[in-house]
């Protein structure tokens, strides 16, 4: 495709290490990341772009687990211990939806980990993000709160009120764990609900059921591969291709791609007929340029954008950087202007801003239509004011 990503050799092998390839090519390159840097400063960069348990497991895969200090095993350990806790705890929560009559898919890393890969000490992941249709999110709402669950948004700026957040496309909840961990779980009926991707550019979360496939031994569900690869990437997107947790989110796209059957025209044509080809297409090129992600040049070419917006997006992304997440990645305007280019088309981009009369009515709770223009502003000025710190 000729774009290329400029990155240091240390950077390289921390993707090299990562990467869904064959364990030995892992190893070699966390080998040499801490013969490089030493013990120490390599054991900092990994814990600085949260990828200290994988590089551990590759490290125990190359025969250095008796002789690793302990802070590598207790990364890893950590890392597996509270996972397995999540995944535990999910599938309790499945198994009561499901005695209720409603099906919950897995979504995004909380799949991976449930579905496709097979370390839970190399799927880190903050909270877990389930998806319910529509029709059942009030009856799913009464499930978790019968689980124990608070029902509690951990945005200061979001009200924990069941009518905002069905209207919204999720609620949150939390619950301390027996290990005194807090778990953050969030009950979806939009698979990726961003503020800048329109209700009409995702699929439908009943249509999304209808084709997801069982998880062996969990009443959780998985979506199907292409789904499944739509919606990380989605979120990939959603998540400005650099913001936390860095590099390590295009290990979601890397994993599918390369552990799933994928069939690639169904992908496509769905990514075009939601109007999505130019957020996808950055969530899909990342990743092959930085992990060696399997995607074939076919894909990239039926959804790359013009030249001038391809390299203007990856001169962004570079220069915000794919790596230490933690610092801050955009301003207020840069983020505006950025998310702007992730629309087809300028059509795209006016709608993601005034979405239709309906959509808002149903959104905002109000009836009058001459109160339209008032909640068009409101809705600008929140998609502008927020993510400041990002």
């Known amino acids: 495709m000729g ?28 080998e040499r990341l801490r ?13 600085k772009n949260q990828v200290a348990p994988h590089m551990a497991h590759a490290l125990a895969e190359a025969g250095e687990h008796a002789e690793l200090p302990g ?7 950590r890392t597996h211990k509270r996972i397995s806790a999540y995944m535990a705890e999910m599938d309790e929560v499945a198994s009561r939806l499901s005695e209720a009559g409603i099906r919950m898919v897995a979504l995004k890393n909380a799949g991976i980990a449930r579905g496709i890969y097979d370390c839970p000490g190399c799927c880190p992941m903050g909270d877990l993000d389930v998806l319910v249709e529509k029709s059942d999110f009030r009856r799913a709402h009464g499930v978790m709160l019968g689980a124990g669950y608070n029902f509690e948004f951990r945005s200061p700026l ?4 069941l009518e905002a957040a069905e209207a919204g496309g999720g609620a949150e909840y939390w619950k301390m764990l027996a290990d005194g961990e807090k778990l953050w779980f969030e009950l979806q009926w ?68 390369r552990r799933r059957p994928i069939d690639w025209d169904l992908f496509l044509s769905r990514a075009e007929k939601l109007q999505v080809k130019t957020a996808v297409y950055f969530s899909l090129l990342i990743p092959r340029l930085i992990l060696g992600a399997p995607v074939p040049d076919e894909a990239l070419e039926r959804l790359k954008p013009s030249p001038w917006k391809r390299e203007l997006v990856m001169r962004w992304i570079a220069r915000a950087g794919l790596f230490n997440p933690d610092e801050r ?6 983020f505006v202007l950025f998310t702007s280019l992730m629309y087809d088309d300028f059509g795209g981009f006016w709608r993601g801003i005034f979405p239709d009369p309906e959509w808002m009515r149903e959104r905002y709770g109000f009836k009058k239509r001459w109160l339209l223009p008032y909640y068009h502003a409101r809705r600008v000025v929140n998609l502008a004011a927020r993510r400041v710190g990002t």
């Not at 802070?71 to 350990?77: G, I, L, S, Y």
């Not at 609900?193 to 998880?215: C, F, H, K, Y």
């Not at 990645?329 to 840069?334: D, L, V």
């Open 35 to 47: 013969r490089e840097l030493g013990d120490l400063r390599a054991f900092e960069l990994a814990e």
């Open 158 to 161: 979001e009200e924990a009120e």
């Open 190 to 257: 939009r698979p990726v609900a961003g503020r800048w991707i329109r209700p009409d550019q995702e699929p439908t979360a009943e249509e999304l059921m209808a084709r997801s496939v069982p998880i062996e031994g969990t009443a959780a569900r998985l979506l199907s591969p292409e789904d499944n690869l739509l919606q990380v990437s989605l979120h990939t997107a959603k998540h400005t291709y650099v913001r936390a947790p860095g590099f390590r989110l295009h290990t979601d796209v890397d994993r599918i791609v």
């Open 3 to 30: 774009m290329k990503m400029k990155l240091s050799c240390h950077e390289s092998l921390l993707c090299a290490l990562v990467a869904d390839s064959p364990m030995t090519d892992r190893a070699l390159a966390a």
């Open 71 to 77: 802070r590598w095993r207790e990364a890893h350990e």
């Open 329 to 334: 990645k955009f301003g207020r305007a840069g």
